[in-house]
């Protein structure tokens, strides 16, 4: 799991975004009905907040396998 763990950090990160983004461009609204527009704004931050961690993590696991600190 450590050996790919950049990988899935990236692909969670993309999957945030992609969530993000279709709630900004509402195409998610035909599947998840949101009560209120500050409700989807709130989502729509915290799924970008998470896609930002990942590639946080991304990134640190990236440097940390180019440095030779984790195998």
């Known amino acids: 799991m450590k050996k790919y763990s950049p990988i899935y950090h990236t692909l969670f990160c993309l999957a945030a975004f992609k969530v993000a983004f279709m709630t900004m461009q509402g195409t998610l609204q035909s599947y998840v009905k949101f ?3 500050l409700n989807e704004i709130f989502f729509t931050a915290m799924t970008l907040m ?3 961690m990942y590639l946080y993590a991304a990134g640190t696991d ?4 180019v440095k030779g600190k984790k195998k």
């Open 62 to 65: 990236i440097y940390e396998v």
């Open 35 to 37: 009560a209120d527009p």
């Open 50 to 52: 998470i896609g930002f």
